[in-house]
């Protein structure tokens, strides 16, 4: 439906932009040694909320996204790194360690 393709992390990271683009978020994909990350700005799903739940539900979206990419044909991690109000997620292809 969101137009996705079951491809390369090029691919997935096209789509993690699609889904975060979609609720608002300030998105852009960036090249960090010639692989593909999703720059994210300004998370709406934590918006508002008081630190722990901001922590509790951001490791659950965390977990939903590294499961979406999981369950991809070809398989992908995805590493989140959070930097002040930017977070970078960052596909990569194998098994989840």
């Given at each position: 439906m969101v137009g996705a393709r079951d491809g390369d992390v090029l691919d997935a990271a096209k789509y993690?932009?699609?889904m975060f683009q979609g609720m608002g978020d300030d998105?852009?994909?960036e090249t960090h040694d010639g692989a593909p990350v999703v720059r994210q700005r300004g998370q709406?799903?934590?918006r508002g909320l008081e630190q722990n739940e901001r922590e509790l539900v951001f490791t659950c979206w965390q977990e939903l996204w590294r499961g979406a990419l999981?369950?991809?044909r070809e398989l992908k991690?995805?590493?989140v790194d959070v930097d002040g109000d930017v977070?970078?997620?960052v596909p990569s292809?194998?098994?989840p360690a």
């Open positions: 993690l932009a699609s998105v852009s994909i709406r799903v934590v999981a369950a991809q991690t995805l590493r977070t970078w997620w292809p194998g098994l």
